[in-house]
C-alpha cells in the first residue's frame, strides 16, 4: 500500500513549515494553525522548541501537545481512520498563539512528514464492516488539498 513512496505514485511528502513571528495585532480567535485532520495514513510531526500545537480529547477539549525532547507527534489521519472502520481516529488539531510576549516574538518551525497510501490504493474498511465507502487513495487526499486552497 506504501510502496511507491518517493515515487511520482505516491504523494507522502516531508513538508517545512514556517510560522513568522506573530504581529503586534492580531484578530480575535486568530490561530497559527486552523483545526483539522490530516489526510492520509499517520503524520510525524516534529516540533522545534515553540509550543502551540493542541489536539481534541475524547471530551471535545483541547489539550497543549508542548514540545518535549527528541519525542515525534503521530498524527493519524482520515485514510487510516476509514481503513479501520472508526477503530484508529484521525484526532483534530490546530496551532494556537503562545501566551508569552518573547515566545510570540520568535519563529515557530515544524516538520511534517505527510504519510500516504500509494494513489491507486483502494482503501476498505479491514473488518469488511462497510461503514465507509472504498475510495482511490489518491483522488481523496488530492481532492482534500485542492478543497483546502479553494477556501
Ligand atoms: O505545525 C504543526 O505543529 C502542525 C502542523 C499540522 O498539523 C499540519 O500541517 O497538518
Ligand atoms: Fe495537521
Given at each position: 500500500m506504501h510502496s511507491l513512496i518517493g515515487t511520482r505514485a505516491n504523494i507522502t511528502s516531508?513538508?517545512?513549515l514556517h510560522y513568522p513571528p506573530v504581529p503586534e495585532h492580531v484578530s480575535e480567535g486568530q490561530l497559527r494553525c486552523g483545526e483539522h485532520t490530516d489526510f492520509g495514513t499517520i503524520t510525524l510531526l516534529f516540533q522545534d522548541e515553540v509550543p502551540g500545537l493542541e489536539v481534541l480529547n475524547r471530551h471535545g477539549r483541547y489539550i497543549p501537545a508542548p514540545p518535549l525532547p527528541n519525542?515525534?507527534?503521530v498524527n493519524i489521519g482520515d485514510l487510516m481512520q476509514r481503513w479501520t472502520a472508526d477503530g484508529i481516529v484521525s484526532n483534530k488539531h490546530r496551532v494556537v498563539l503562545p501566551d508569552t510576549e518573547a515566545l510570540r516574538k520568535v519563529s515557530r518551525r515544524s516538520l511534517a512528514f505527510f504519510v500516504n497510501?500509494?494513489?491507486?490504493?483502494?482503501i476498505t474498511c479491514l473488518d469488511d464492516s462497510g461503514k465507509y465507502e472504498p475510495v482511490n487513495?489518491?483522488?481523496y487526499v488530492k481532492g482534500k488539498i485542492a478543497a483546502l486552497t479553494k477556501e
Open positions: 516531508l513538508t517545512a519525542t515525534v507527534v497510501p500509494n494513489d491507486d490504493a483502494v487513495a489518491g483522488e
